[in-house]
C-alpha cells in the first residue's frame, strides 16, 4: 500500500520521471497502434508483390540510413549526457553537415548505377532519388526526437510522434484507397510528412540553439572518428533483416517478399515494444551510470534484468496470439505466412534483447567489440545462407532459422563481452553473513 501511494504520488508529479516515463509508453503504444489498424487495408489494396516492392523500397532506405548519418545519430545522447550542449550543439551541426554531404554522394551513386536496380529490381531513378531526399528528412527528425527524449520533454516528444504518424496514415489512405496510387502513394505519403516534420526539427533545434554550423574541417573530421566505429553496429540492423528483403527479392521473388514482409510487420511488434522501452531504460541508464554510485550501479543492473524480462515474456504472449493476428491484420492473400509466424517472432524477440548489452558497450565505447560481435553475426548468417542457395534449399524458412540463430550467438556473445569489461554487479547475490 505504501509502495502504491508512492508511485501515485510520484506519477502526479509532471516532472518526475515515472510520470515522463509513462508519457513515452502511451506515446509509443498510441504511435504504433494506428499503423498497425491499418495493415488491413494496406495489404486489401497492395497484393504481396506490390508490398514486395514496397519492402524493397523500404530496405534501400533502411540501408542509407546508416551510412547518410555515419553513425553520428547513435552518439546524440551520449554527448547530450557525457559532454554537455556546447558540445551537443556542435556535433549536432557537424552531424548535419555530414549526412547532407554523404546524401548528395548517394545521389551520385544511383544516378550512376540506375539500370542496375532498374534491371534488378524493376525501381526507376526517381524511387531512388526519392529514397536518398527521404533518409535525410528521417536523419533530421531522429536527431531531434532523440533530444526530445534525453531533455526528458515528454509531452512534446509524445505530441511530435503522433502527429507525424497521424498525417502519415491520413495521407497514405488518401493515396492509395481514393486516389489508387498503388505502393506509390504510400511512397508520396512519407514523403508529405518527412516534408512537414523535418522542417519543425530544424525550427526547433535552432530556436532552442541546439545546432551550431561551424564549416571546420578538423571538427568534422573528429566527430567522424568517433561515430565511424559505430557503422557496422547500425548496419548490422539492416543486414539482419532489412538487406534480407533485397536478397529474397532477386533469389525468392516479389511475392514471397511481400508474404515476408506483412509476417514481419506482426513480429515487430516486439521491436516496438522495445524501441518503447529503450526510450525509457536507455536515458535512464546512463544518467544513472553517469553518477558512478555502486548503489546506482545495483538499480543499473535490476532495470537491464527488467527490460530482458519484459522483452522475453511480449515475445511468448506474441507467440500464442500470431496466427490470430495474421488472419485479421493481413488479407488472404497474405495467410500462408502463418507456417513461418512463430519462428520469425521468436527470431525478432532475439535480435531485439541484444539492444541491452549492447546499449551497455555503447555507453562504455566499446565500439571495438560492438564491431566484432556484430560483423561476425553478419558473416555467419550470410556465409549460411549462400550455403543453403548453393545447395538449392533455400526458402522463407531457412532464412529466417538461420536469423534465429545469429541473433542468439550475438546476444550470447555481447552478454559475455559485457559481463568481462564493464564493472557492474550482475548477479546482486549476497554473500553469506554481509
Known amino acids: 500500500m505504501i509502495l502504491y501511494k508512492e508511485i501515485l504520488s510520484k506519477l502526479k508529479d509532471k516532472n518526475s520521471n515515472y510520470n515522463k516515463s509513462l508519457i513515452y509508453v502511451v506515446a509509443d503504444i498510441l504511435n504504433k497502434i494506428l499503423p498497425f489498424l491499418m495493415l488491413p487495408v494496406i495489404t486489401h489494396y497492395l497484393n504481396p508483390t506490390a508490398f514486395g516492392t514496397l519492402s524493397i523500397i523500404e530496405s534501400i532506405i533502411g540501408f542509407l540510413s546508416v551510412f547518410v548519418g555515419l553513425g553520428s545519430q547513435e552518439l546524440i545522447q551520449v554527448y547530450f549526457f557525457k559532454k554537455g550542449k556546447l558540445a551537443l550543439r556542435k556535433f549536432v551541426g557537424n552531424s548535419l553537415i555530414i549526412a547532407l554531404s554523404t546524401s548528395l554522394l548517394f545521389l551520385l551513386i544511383f544516378t550512376s548505377f540506375s539500370q542496375y536496380f532498374y534491371d534488378v529490381f524493376g525501381l526507376d531513378i526517381v524511387w531512388l532519388w526519392y529514397a536518398v531526399f527521404l533518409t535525410f528528412c528521417m536523419f533530421v527528425i531522429k536527431i531531434c526526437t532523440t533530444i526530445f527524449i534525453a531533455q526528458g520533454n515528454s509531452l512534446l516528444f509524445g505530441k511530435f510522434q503522433n502527429l507525424n504518424t497521424l498525417s502519415i496514415l491520413i495521407t497514405t489512405i488518401i493515396f492509395i484507397v481514393v486516389f489508387e496510387w498503388n505502393w506509390q502513394g504510400r511512397i508520396y505519403s512519407l514523403l508529405l510528412s518527412s516534408i512537414i516534420f523535418t522542417i519543425f526539427s530544424l525550427y526547433y533545434m535552432k530556436n532552442n540553439k541546439l545546432i551550431e554550423i561551424n564549416l571546420k574541417l578538423k571538427k568534422i573530421g573528429l566527430d567522424l572518428k568517433s561515430s565511424l566505429p559505430l557503422l557496422p553496429y547500425s548496419l548490422s540492423f539492416w543486414l539482419s533483416n532489412s538487406a534480407l528483403l533485397l536478397v529474397m527479392a532477386s533469389l525468392l521473388g516479389k ?70 493476428l495474421i488472419k485479421i491484420a493481413l488479407d488472404d492473400s497474405y495467410h500462408s505466412a502463418i ?38 553475426s553478419i558473416t555467419i548468417q550470410y556465409s549460411l545462407i549462400y550455403i543453403a542457395y548453393n545447395r538449392n534449399f533455400l526458402d522463407v524458412e531457412i532464412i529466417i532459422y538461420i536469423q534465429m540463430a545469429t541473433g542468439l550467438f550475438s546476444f550470447i556473445l555481447a552478454s559475455f563481452m559485457v559481463k568481462k569489461f564493464i564493472p557492474l554487479p550482475w548477479l546482486l547475490i549476497k554473500k553469506p553473513g554481509i
Open 255 to 324: 511475392e514471397q517478399t511481400g508474404i515476408y514482409s506483412g509476417a514481419m510487420r506482426i513480429a515487430l511488434i516486439i521491436s516496438f515494444i522495445t524501441i518503447t522501452l529503450n526510450r525509457v531504460w536507455q536515458p535512464m541508464i546512463y544518467d544513472l551510470l553517469s553518477k558512478k554510485s555502486k548503489e546506482q550501479d545495483k538499480i543499473v543492473v535490476k532495470r537491464t534484468y527488467a527490460y530482458l524480462i519484459i522483452i522475453i515474456l511480449s515475445g511468448l504472449i506474441l507467440l500464442f496470439g500470431s496466427d490470430f
Open 339 to 376: 507456417d513461418f509466424s512463430k519462428a520469425l517472432i521468436l527470431t525478432v524477440a532475439l535480435q531485439n534483447i541484444f539492444s541491452a548489452p549492447g546499449g551497455l558497450l555503447l555507453y562504455y565505447e566499446k565500439q571495438k567489440i560492438l564491431t566484432f560481435i556484430t560483423m561476425s
